[in-house]
């Protein structure tokens, strides 16, 4: 059977969902790059907040629409939103063939058809056909119980991936292609912790560092702060494949709002560890999260984070508005904080961090070389459109590059550029080699 996958939300449901295309082609089934080409859609779900969930349902509402129309004959909803809200979606999207929750693929090749392998790790091609770019998800699940987040409820405890199914898995996305490895899990610095064993994230990334081909990268996602320390950072610097980039969601700074979320740090922590990098590094980019209107955040609590980010200077932030998730223990503190408050202090993050903060930090590169990954080319412009070290692919800036052969570079390559000029979350550069 053709089967197109939609896949919503993270990262980490696009490594689920490649790994769910492996599963279908060694079940006998072919997996197809667009709906008009399907007989069977499969949507992976994201349930993670409110925002999330209404996207995903009127996704699930235009592929109803298709299948009435005839022009798939199945219909199938997987993933976190199944896992928190099946009931209700049962109820709601009666034309649904089949409703599964996370990694249950078994249930899904029962109902296509076809021998399910559950030792299956083959490496399907990239769904966004990027092959050079890849996520390695390392673990699933969550034990830290932050207080806002649905997470632990939705997808579980921390379950680690096996040491050598990774190693394995990397090897074969490599040979794949892969020039970049992006490893994510909801916090990579507990990997292991589960197996009691003494496998750690180190243990990992000293694997991959010594296995994988030279020249490849190693871009880390999510690590929580309070497990980053002046030790982690010393080994990761020391390795040469891993990516001077890192991820470190804070969410906030102020001690009492920290409390509230189950997100308690040691006074002076976080502001230690970001400064210690910089001292290592100026150049080293650091990406963070912010929420703004958690109950309790007073418009003095969240200066502290406009003075936080002043004093670090990110090289690249996400904000979003706190949304109270059904189940959560957020959702029954008292001191909540407006919509509108809330959205007006996400909007002053995100423009002292893209106005002066974002400007001064590229062009610090100006007049630097960086190994840039090509991601697309405009013939007809002569320009070509990359990332380099300092850009994570769909949530960083890109690097715009000119000078080149166009008859001989494409997709995939590293090439050489030198930055001439860096404006806000961009660089601009000439290819030298």
Known sequence: MKIFIVSMGCPKNTADSEHLSALLKAAGHEVVDETGNASAVIINTCGFILDAVKENLDAIIDLEDLKASGKIEKLIVLGCLVNRYEKDLREEFPSVDLFVRSEQWEKIIDFLGGTFN????????????????????????????????????????????????????????????????????????????DFNDGTSLRTLISELDRELPKGTWLRLFYLHPNRVSEELIDFLMSREKVL????????????????????????????????????????????????????????????????????IEFDRVGAFVYSPEEGTRAATLDKKVSEKTAKERCSEILALQNGEIAYYRSELFEGRELDVLIESIDSEEGLAYGRSFRDAPEVDGVVVVEGFDAKSLKPGDMVRVKIAEGIENDLYGKVID
């Open 244 to 311: 001077r980039y890192l991820d470190i969601p804070i969410q906030h700074v102020d001690p009492e709002i920290l409390s509230r979320m189950n997100r308690p740090c040691p006074e002076g922590h976080m502001m230690k560890i970001f400064r210690y990098i910089r001292s290592l590094d100026e150049l080293f980019t650091l990406r963070t999260t912010i929420m703004t209107g958690f109950p309790g955040e007073t418009r003095k609590k969240f200066e502290k984070v406009l003075d936080f980010m002043r004093e």
């Open 118 to 193: 559950s030792n299956c790790r083959a490496v399907s091609p990239a769904l966004d056909k990027k092959f050079w770019t890849r996520y390695l998800k390392i673990s699933e699940g969550c034990n830290t119980l932050c207080s806002y987040c649905a997470i632990p409820s939705i997808r579980g405890r921390l379950r680690s991936v096996p040491l050598k199914t990774l190693i394995d898995e990397a090897m074969m996305l490599c040979a794949a292609g892969a020039k970049e490895l992006c490893l994510v899990g909801q916090d990579l610095t507990v990997y292991g912790s």
